[in-house]
């Protein structure tokens, strides 16, 4: 039995907070990544992939759990790895060949043998002739192919990639992942086994010998399956779409756990999600749950996620919110992907402009948590106003900061289109215009200020 090169044993991630309650961002999971594979990391945007990538690479520290890189646990950065960027990360007033020199020389490794190794790279990843030129002087894709032999360049064990083709444009970044499979599979690089974050379904398909894909709030491994197909891989195969429909399902299904299964030998056990203990609004806006419902209705009020999302040229980060925003107001079923509009969501739809806010005021107030509290909270006011910090507070409890803010400002965009409440963005408060307690004497300027916004 192979033994693998990194194991995760209960690794969790979470931060502390006032009082004692913390923040879990990665619940407790194992992970192991084995030699002679190409291991591809799923999720939606903030379900701790990239922070799963520096535990294991030893970059963060897990506050629970342990690493181990060959049984022995992990104390620090790994010295044998390497890392692509998405944001390329090239030193601007370092020549091509000196960027790519440049870990070999905080290594210690002589002038004559780092130059050798780094002109031979940059040979074998096809950027011979570009030694001298300046990082400002090259293309997107050439920045990354520079990326690619600075990692390579130190013979890493395991090649880890962080999003590495997510902002280049399609065809390069297809050229690249092409380029990458041929230099891994006629074993031109010394390295034993690849690791790629990704949100790219097709991406992780196209690459990956193993598939492993989280949930989110917090981190959870959904599916870890091997993908069993030859390369080269053909999109348009059924083998290819059966694996990018499940994908899917497991993705647009956020709440379910032990039901998806692939096929007995090629799926691990999956852990069952808990629901979160505190309602995570979807970054979505009203206009794009609207956009959504009305293509949705044209498509006879149903449609595959999968299929629909590559019609509108969508990746799966810009198409999930706003599917959860609109299963979350009852306007839309999910089942193992396929999409359905309810007789809500319809008459949604077919509703003019000031019955669309009626009817979804009654949606938000109904099944968002947050937008009820925010408004019953205003209620409570005599003067109809709150600041935002009240209810940051409270989000801080279950949540991280960044995404405590991301809460308010979709409550924000959601309260202002429902007419339940407004926001005054220089006081940071939240005030009912239509409601507040008659200006006296004492008051009437500032609430007049209030009314004007």
């Given at each position: 039995?192979?033994?693998?090169?990194?194991?995760?044993?209960?690794?969790?991630?979470?931060?502390?907070?006032?009082?004692?309650?913390?923040?879990?961002?990665?619940?407790?999971?194992?992970?192991?990544?084995?030699?002679?594979?190409?291991?591809?990391?799923?999720?939606?945007?903030?379900?701790?992939?990239?922070?799963?990538?520096?535990?294991?690479?030893?970059?963060?520290?897990?506050?629970?759990?342990?690493?181990?890189?060959?049984?022995?646990?992990?104390?620090?950065?790994?010295?044998?790895?390497?890392?692509?960027?998405?944001?390329?990360?090239?030193?601007?007033?370092?020549?091509?060949?000196?960027?790519?020199?440049?870990?070999?020389?905080?290594?210690?490794?002589?002038?004559?043998?780092?130059?050798?190794?780094?002109?031979?790279?940059?040979?074998?990843?096809?950027?011979?002739?570009?030694?001298?030129?300046?990082?400002?002087?090259?293309?997107?894709?050439?920045?990354?192919?520079?990326?690619?032999?600075?990692?390579?360049?130190?013979?890493?064990?395991?090649?880890?990639?962080?999003?590495?083709?997510?902002?280049?444009?399609?065809?390069?970044?297809?050229?690249?992942?092409?380029?990458?499979?041929?230099?891994?599979?006629?074993?031109?690089?010394?390295?034993?086994?690849?690791?790629?974050?990704?949100?790219?379904?097709?991406?992780?398909?196209?690459?990956?010998?193993?598939?492993?894909?989280?949930?989110?709030?917090?981190?959870?491994?959904?599916?870890?399956?091997?993908?069993?197909?030859?390369?080269?891989?053909?999109?348009?195969?059924?083998?290819?779409?059966?694996?990018?429909?499940?994908?899917?399902?497991?993705?647009?299904?956020?709440?379910?756990?032990?039901?998806?299964?692939?096929?007995?030998?090629?799926?691990?056990?999956?852990?069952?999600?808990?629901?979160?203990?505190?309602?995570?609004?979807?970054?979505?806006?009203?206009?794009?749950?609207?956009?959504?419902?009305?293509?949705?209705?044209?498509?006879?009020?149903?449609?595959?996620?999968?299929?629909?999302?590559?019609?509108?040229?969508?990746?799966?980060?810009?198409?999930?919110?706003?599917?959860?925003?609109?299963?979350?107001?009852?306007?839309?079923?999910?089942?193992?992907?396929?999409?359905?509009?309810?007789?809500?969501?319809?008459?949604?739809?077919?509703?003019?402009?000031?019955?669309?806010?009626?009817?979804?005021?009654?949606?938000?107030?109904?099944?968002?948590?947050?937008?009820?509290?925010?408004?019953?909270?205003?209620?409570?006011?005599?003067?109809?106003?709150l600041p935002d910090e009240f209810f940051l507070d409270l989000l801080e409890e279950h949540f991280s900061q960044e995404e405590a803010k991301l809460q308010i400002e979709t409550a924000i965009n959601w309260g202002r289109y429902a007419e339940l409440f407004d926001y005054d963005s220089k006081r940071e408060r939240f005030f009912m215009p239509e409601e507040v307690a008659a200006p006296t004497e004492e008051n009437s300027e500032e609430n007049e200020?209030?009314?004007?916004?």
């Open positions: 039995m192979r033994e693998p090169i990194i194991e995760a044993r209960q690794v969790e991630k979470f931060y502390g907070q006032p009082g004692g309650n913390r923040i879990q961002v990665i619940a407790p999971l194992d992970m192991s990544v084995y030699p002679g594979e190409i291991v591809a990391l799923l999720g939606p945007s903030g379900s701790g992939k990239s922070t799963l990538l520096r535990m294991l690479t030893g970059l963060a520290t897990p506050t629970g759990g342990q690493v181990l890189w060959h049984n022995k646990p992990l104390h620090g950065p790994c010295e044998n790895v390497s890392i692509v960027f998405q944001s390329f990360a090239l030193f601007p007033w370092l020549t091509v060949l000196e960027n790519v020199e440049a870990p070999l020389k905080a290594r210690g490794i002589d002038a004559v043998k780092r130059r050798k190794r780094s002109l031979k790279m940059l040979d074998t990843v096809g950027l011979d002739g570009f030694e001298s030129a300046y990082p400002k002087e090259l293309s997107g894709g050439m920045k990354q192919r520079v990326g690619f032999a600075r990692a390579l360049v130190v013979q890493p064990e395991v090649l880890f990639m962080d999003e590495p083709f997510s902002a280049l444009d399609v065809l390069t970044a297809e050229n690249l992942r092409s380029e990458l499979l041929e230099l891994w599979e006629d074993k031109k690089i010394d390295t034993q086994s690849v690791f790629i974050v990704t949100h790219n379904i097709e991406e992780a398909i196209l690459l990956a010998d193993r598939i492993v894909v989280l949930g989110k709030n917090p981190a959870r491994i959904r599916t870890d399956f091997r993908v069993e197909l030859p390369r080269p891989r053909d999109r348009k195969s059924p083998a290819f779409t059966i694996l990018v429909d499940y994908v899917y399902k497991v993705l647009t299904k956020p709440d379910a756990g032990s039901d998806f299964q692939l096929a007995p030998t090629t799926t691990t056990p999956i852990l069952t999600r808990e629901r979160p203990k505190y309602q995570m609004l979807p970054h979505a806006r009203p206009g794009g749950i609207a956009g959504f419902l009305e293509i949705l209705s044209d498509h006879g009020g149903h449609a595959d996620i999968y299929h629909l999302a590559d019609d509108l040229m969508f990746e799966i980060d810009d198409m999930l919110p706003t599917v959860e925003a609109a299963v979350l107001l009852g306007y839309l079923t999910l089942f193992e992907g396929d999409s359905e509009i309810t007789s809500e969501g319809q008459a949604f739809v077919e509703a003019d402009i000031l019955a669309r806010k009626d009817l979804f005021r009654a949606a938000a107030l109904e099944r968002a948590s947050l937008i009820k509290q925010i408004r019953r909270s205003l209620e409570t006011k005599a003067d109809r106003t200020v209030g009314h004007g916004l």
